[in-house]
């Protein structure tokens, strides 16, 4: 994955041409890469003549219809293969605005979810509050049973307590159901047994504990399967909406980053529910893969957010998250999010001082540069005052930009009476230094909190925003290079494409890592692989690797190390190398304990084109006015259609494309490289 032939099927724009892909295969039928953002709505569309990339605007209101809108843009028709990264699970749980669900546990743990842990959420809070439960206390019932921590049935699930459980059922009318007893994942028959009866009661979705988690941690478990649950039928609807609408088949992103058939999607909607940001790292890893880096830092900075992750050879993965204050324990991707985007609106508080986000102006109106009706400052129209946004630029989606609509939108925070050009390019200059503030901090979350230094790594800058203040964040954080790539804009639409067909199995077995496990774990490892024979079953021959829940005896939380073999001493010095590389200490001596065997199977999707970049030429270079430290200087303008291998340039300079502008500052100097990525380094 490198460079890109930009705009439709039917009409690429002539400047792009020289960037096409020359295929070394045919591709047998059409793919398409579709990420649904705030405000755009990217897609990536391969065929056998090359791989072409445009944006729509997103319809927050209903994401499909941008999504299908897209698909009539590209003239797709027969035998395509959409690949899907969505938002509808997380918006459900984020808005409040999922099904009607109920909740089904053993007798005496209906509070499960409104007791949650002990922690607080916000130490120092003179009265914390914690989110509410998803599931009201109304619509939390329970049936009469128990399993024992050994597995052991203590108390049988009888025929007359599953009799009252439907009566109340079919009093409630939920949309939706969540099961999660005590102890199911060693003996899941109970919940088959809760959920059998409550679809005889009407209750099309039914989530049950033992498969969506089948894992200890009671509360985690509980709340996972509720979500489930929630966004079960607003998941499932928007899936059979698409595929009606698609001619061909449809995948949907993991929050892990590779990808699965919309029904095995739709039947477990939990592991979708943040997809979009997991599909931006694994484009990410692949551009820089393919220019020869392999420790890299991800800064994906979109119009409403900005996501980062660290990928030290393979991208940091986790097994908890937070959806709006939610536990939400899947597999995915370590990507930490703050609200900092192009449409981040910037305001002042109370006390004069300067915020910027989490509000954003979304795909309407936009900022107020993009001449839809936008009226409140965003840090879009701070770089367009500050001429990092050129306004005879023409952006996605056939936007304009309309400079004089961003400075009256800055003016509204200088000073009352303060209408000088000084005076807008210090308020654009703060809005900026904010936003980056923001993004600062969250790339130390993700580097030193994980134990990582960021000098070690190179920044890859990307979404529609990236690239303007990728070269500002690297000086922060003393990183001496930015990988930008061809089509920065629309990489996690390309990540999608790249993704592999993935599925994740566990079982927690809470036994001594030593020898005499082995035989243990060679039996658990042998079921979870039998499952994944039996659901791959058709698509072909899936890759396995093995993974271990590791940690010292008497600790509350694990690491997960890889298992290569039966090498079990193996894993417990990578177990001890990785707490060391986290917390900055282990302890070989300590005795190490297996909580749960992790098993992914994967298949590799069909790999994009390969490209062939032609020298095009000397490219045509012209001048415009940015401001620098508060001075106006000029700065040079290349197109980024026009650069060939090779080319080196120092800053200050601009690199436009339909799809994001790259920003070059005094002291950085660009390079491209045979992928057309652009190398930026520090002087």
Excluded at 241 to 247: H, I, M, N, Q, T
Excluded at 396 to 422: K, M, Q, Y
Aim: glycine share 10%.
């Amino acid at each position: 994955m490198a460079a890109y032939a930009r705009g439709s099927l039917a009409d690429s724009q002539e400047a792009d041409k020289a960037f096409a892909f020359k295929t070394s295969r045919p591709v047998s039928a059409v793919r398409v890469g579709v990420d649904v953002g705030g405000t755009f709505t990217d897609f990536a569309v391969a065929t056998a003549n090359g791989l072409h990339i445009f944006k729509v605007s997103s319809t927050p209101h209903d994401p499909s219809q941008a999504v299908l809108e897209g698909l009539r843009r590209a003239g797709i028709q027969s035998d395509a293969t959409v690949v899907h990264g969505s938002t509808v699970a997380t918006n459900a749980v984020l808005e409040r605005k999922g099904a009607r669900t109920v909740l089904v546990t053993t007798a005496g743990f209906r509070d499960v979810l409104e007791i949650a842990r002990q922690n607080r959420p916000a130490l120092y809070a003179v009265e914390p509050r914690k989110p509410a439960p998803l599931i009201e206390r109304d619509l939390r019932l329970e049936v009469d049973e128990r399993v024992g921590a050994d597995g052991a049935v203590r108390r049988p699930l009888e025929r007359e307590s599953l009799d009252r459980l439907t009566e109340d059922v079919r009093e409630l009318a939920p949309e939706a159901a969540a099961v999660c007893l005590l102890f199911s994942f060693l003996r899941p028959s109970h919940e088959r047994s809760v959920r059998a009866a409550l679809r005889r009661a009407g209750v099309r979705w039914v989530s049950i504990s033992s498969e969506v988690l089948p894992e200890h941690r009671e509360y985690e478990r509980t709340s996972t399967t509720a979500v489930d649950a929630y966004v079960a039928p607003v998941m499932g609807r928007y899936i059979r909406r698409l595929e009606r609408a698609v001619p061909g088949q449809l995948w949907i992103v993991q929050s892990s980053g590779g990808v699965l058939r919309s029904s095995e999607a739709a039947a477990a909607p939990v592991q979708s529910v943040l997809s979009g940001p997991a599909a931006g790292v694994v484009g990410a890893r692949a551009v820089a893969a393919a220019s020869g880096f392999d420790h890299i830092v991800t800064l994906d900075m979109g119009g409403t957010s900005t996501d980062v992750a660290i990928c030290p050879g393979e991208p940091l993965r986790r097994n908890d998250a937070t959806v709006g204050g939610l536990p939400v324990a899947i597999p995915m991707t370590d990507i930490h999010t703050v609200g900092a985007g192009g449409g981040s609106i910037a305001s002042r508080d109370e006390a004069g001082g300067l915020r910027v986000g989490p509000r954003s102006s979304g795909a309407q109106p936009g900022p107020a540069a993009y001449g839809r009706g936008g009226r409140e400052p965003t840090v879009t129209d701070a770089n367009v005052v500050l001429g990092r946004l050129i306004s005879d630029a023409t952006l996605a989606d056939d936007v304009a930009l309309d400079a004089s609509a961003a400075a009256e939108a800055i003016d509204r925070l200088t000073a009352a009476g303060d209408g000088s050009i000084d005076a807008r390019h210090r308020a654009a200059t703060a809005v900026v230094a904010v936003a980056d503030a923001h993004m600062e901090r969250a790339l130390r979350v993700i580097t030193l909190e994980r134990g990582y230094d960021p000098r070690d790594f190179t920044l890859l800058a990307f979404g529609g925003a990236g690239p303007l203040h990728g070269c500002a964040l690297a000086e922060r954080l003393e990183i001496d290079r930015v990988l930008v790539p061809r089509y920065p804009g629309v990489l996690s639409a390309l990540g999608a494409l790249s993704g592999e067909h993935i599925r994740e199995y566990s079982a927690t077995l809470l036994r001594p890592a030593t020898a005499r496990s082995v035989r243990g774990l060679a039996a658990a490892f042998g079921r979870l692989e039998r499952n994944a024979r039996r659901d791959f079953a058709g698509s072909g021959r899936p890759r396995l690797q093995r993974l271990l829940d590791l940690r010292y005896a008497g600790q509350s939380f694990e690491l997960t190390v890889p298992l290569r073999g039966r090498n079990i001493a193996g894993a417990v010095r990578g177990f001890h190398r990785r707490h060391h590389d986290r917390y900055a200490h282990s302890r070989p001596e300590a005795a190490v304990e297996v909580v749960v065997a992790r098993l992914i199977a994967s298949i590799e999707q069909p790999p994009l084109p390969r490209v062939e970049v032609p020298d095009v030429g000397r490219p045509q270079v012209r001048r415009t006015s940015v401001v620098i430290d508060g001075e106006v200087k000029d700065a040079r303008v290349f197109r980024r259609a026009e650069l060939h291998v090779g080319l080196r340039a120092r800053g200050p300079l601009l690199v436009l494309q339909e799809d994001a502008t790259t920003w070059v500052p005094p002291g950085w100097r660009a390079q491209v490289d045979d992928q057309a990525a652009l190398i930026l380094e520090r002087i």
